[in-house]
């Protein structure tokens, strides 16, 4: 292979490891942990990297949650609590988060979807327990979660989906005007229902070709379903999302514009301008199938071999010379590929054919360790699709001088 040929993809290669330095701001989220959440910090690892290079201070809290909201100052303080699996708010919690938001703080209540497996139920989005968390500081909120501890709500759709009916894919005009900054793209969600009294508090809906379900399969409620809302109280302001999966890092590797998503929330709830971009390609130069079968193709054509008389030897020593360039590519970029996920945290890496990426789809593995596995696998499919192609490409000539010089014979006949 053409060294400056490598050298060159080396570079285009290199450019999205340059990021941006660091913003700063005097934000702080105390992300519950104390009350048996379901999903870790672990879990959240894109999310909280993106949020921390914007200068936001992300601090989880697994212990000591009542003494952390009393002494949290409501003007620049962000509490979110996931949906929490195990255990219930004491009075006391209760008691310091309504004052927290009565002074102007910001409370983000995050459910989970809740379906049936072959081992039973999964009743980890706790509605009826976060319930009693937004009537303890509002008793009559017009917003609160659908369906109960023991009861699923789980929205899927059919047909708006990212492979499976419970990944929805969300269009920009299903979110409220004041969160769409920066968003192009659909959302990717998993999430259960938000009930809402009034349209005016939904910050967003599910595809009009949706429905949801109760764990024992029956439908209760189809089209525009609401699963995101606000309401506001004293001087602060209580979220509703009815999915904490999807800021996930699996779920942001379907759509990096979940990310952004949460960033908009928190400069709207705020007043902190927070920015994330939504990476949606990065190593764009071997994004593209055809380069990548390229690389393989032309060293089938190396000049080297061009001497050798023999078309088998040639056939050999072509073979084993793709081979040995197929393997140093893969290395290479799969190399750069574990770099560029452990400094961004966010890669999306084409599998085979291009539209397909999800970085983050191996449980509990680092992103950078699953990003070079699957572009290893990716680079390694496609150079034996090359090398299949030049080995055609080559038989095809042979074919050629066969009909040339049969041609010849039947002319001078």
């Not at 059919?158 to 969300?170: C, E, L, M, Y």
């Amino acid at each position: 292979m053409d060294k400056k040929l490598l050298a060159f993809l080396i570079i285009l290669s290199l450019i999205p490891l340059i990021a941006p330095a660091k913003a700063q701001t005097n934000l702080t989220i105390l992300r519950d942990e104390s009350h048996g959440q379901y999903y870790k910090s672990d879990s959240f690892s894109v999310l909280i990297s993106n949020l921390q290079s914007s200068g936001v201070n992300v601090k989880p809290v697994s212990s000591n949650f009542l003494d952390e909201i009393k002494s949290a100052d409501p003007k620049s303080t962000v509490v979110v609590i996931p949906n929490p699996e195990d255990g219930n708010f004491t009075a006391e919690e209760i008691t310091a988060m309504k004052d927290f938001v009565e002074a102007g703080g910001v409370l983000i209540l995050m459910s989970s979807v809740q379906y049936m497996t072959s081992s039973g139920p999964r009743t980890y989005g706790k509605p009826g327990t976060l319930n009693k968390v937004v009537f303890g500081i509002v008793p009559d909120s017009p917003v609160y979660f659908e369906g109960t501890d023991d009861n699923g709500n789980e929205i899927y759709d059919d047909v708006n989906n990212a492979g499976r009916p419970r990944q929805i894919k969300v269009s920009p005009n299903l979110i409220a005007p004041i969160l769409r900054g920066g968003i192009d793209e659909p959302l990717v969600v998993t999430t259960s229902m938000v009930h809402v009294e009034d349209p005016k508090y939904v910050l967003a809906f599910t595809p009009s070709t949706s429905y949801a379900k109760a764990l024992d399969g029956s439908i209760i409620a189809k089209g525009n379903i609401p699963r995101l809302a606000y309401i506001e109280h004293g001087d602060g302001k209580i979220i509703l999302s009815g999915s904490t999966q999807t800021f996930t890092d699996k779920m942001i590797s379907l759509s990096t514009s979940n990310s952004v998503l949460f960033a908009n929330i928190l400069t709207r709830a705020t007043g902190v301008k927070i920015s994330i971009e939504a990476v949606k390609t990065t190593l764009p130069i071997i994004d593209i199938v055809a380069i990548r079968l390229a690389m393989t193709v032309v060293v089938l054509y190396d000049e080297r071999y061009k001497t050798v008389i023999d078309r088998n030897e040639r056939m050999r020593l072509v073979l084993r010379s793709s081979i040995k360039y197929m393997f140093i590519v893969v290395v290479l970029f799969t190399i750069l590929t574990g770099i560029e996920a452990a400094m961004m945290k966010a890669v999306f890496i084409t599998t085979v054919y291009p539209g397909r990426s999800q970085p983050t789809s191996l449980q509990n593995v680092p992103l950078w360790a699953n990003a070079m596995a699957k572009y290893f696998f990716a680079l390694l499919v496609d150079g034996a699709i090359g090398i299949i192609l030049g080995l055609i490409i080559l038989r095809v000539e042979k074919v050629r001088e066969y009909i040339v010089k049969y041609r010849s014979l039947l002319r001078a006949l």
